[in-house]
Each structure stands twice: as C-alpha cells, then as structure tokens.
C-alpha cells in the first residue's frame, strides 16, 4: 500500500521546523562549533568529488573561523574552558555530520537531504549575520 502523493509535501515543513527547532534550542556557541564541523564535512565531500581545490580551503577557512568565532562566543557565554569546551563539541558534531553524509545508506542520505541543506542554509546565514563568513 503507498501513501497518497500528499503526504510528501507535509514532511519538508517538518524537517524544517526540526532543523530550525534545533539550532534555536543551543547556545549559539554550540551553532557555530556544529556549523564548524558542516563546512569541515562540507570539505571533505568536495574532496571526494573532485572539487577544485581554492573551493575545498575556501570550505576548511570557514570551518576554522567558525570554530574561532565558537570559542570566543563560548567564553563570553561564560562556559568555564571555552576552548576545551568547542574542541568536544566540535569533535561531536563533526562525527555527527559525517555520519549523516558519508556513512549512510542512498535512503538515509536521501532522507535526510532537506535538513542538510537546511543547516548549510542557516550556516550561511549565522555566518554572514556575525562576521564569520565574506558573505554579501
């Protein structure tokens, strides 16, 4: 038995209301370690594509800044080891995101395609809003 057509055009809301929900729920410190990490994943899948490579440092210089942006938002957020605290949750998120875009099944990657694009989105814009990223 299949669902009805319908059904399709109710999940990316939801996806999307996750995505949001879930930045909106961590600090901001936290935001820019996981956005470290995206550009970081973002890199090495560019990597494997063959991407030139001014377009795969361009990825890792974000990665870097995000991650020095983190630590910085983190201490002023008053987190005890700012550094040490940014190294694990990057270390976190990194394995996290990997996992979604290389260690997936073809369903699983599908599946969870919206939401990637959605957080490279937010990435983008959290860069652009707070200086991280030379985006016009």
């Not at 410190?29 to 361009?58: T, W």
């Not at 890792?60 to 991650?67: M, T, Y």
């Not at 942006?69 to 190294?87: C, D, K, T, W």
Request: net charge neutral; aromatic share 14%.
């Amino acid at each position: 038995m299949t669902r009805p057509a319908k059904y399709k055009y109710l999940l990316l809301p939801v996806l999307l209301a996750y995505s949001a929900d879930r930045a909106a729920a961590q600090d901001i410190s936290v935001s820019m370690a996981e956005c470290s990490a995206i550009y970081d994943v973002l890199a090495e899948s560019a990597g494997y594509r063959g991407k030139p490579e001014n377009q795969i440092q361009q990825m890792l210089a974000a990665s870097s800044e995000f991650k020095a942006h983190a630590v910085l938002r983190a201490e002023s957020e008053g987190r005890a080891n700012p550094e040490q605290f940014i190294a694990h949750t990057y270390a976190d998120k990194r394995l996290y995101w990997a996992e979604r875009w290389f260690d997936s099944s073809d369903f699983s990657f599908l599946a969870n395609f919206s939401e990637n694009m959605e957080w490279t989105k937010y990435c983008a814009s959290m860069g652009k809003h707070f200086g991280v990223l030379p985006l016009k």
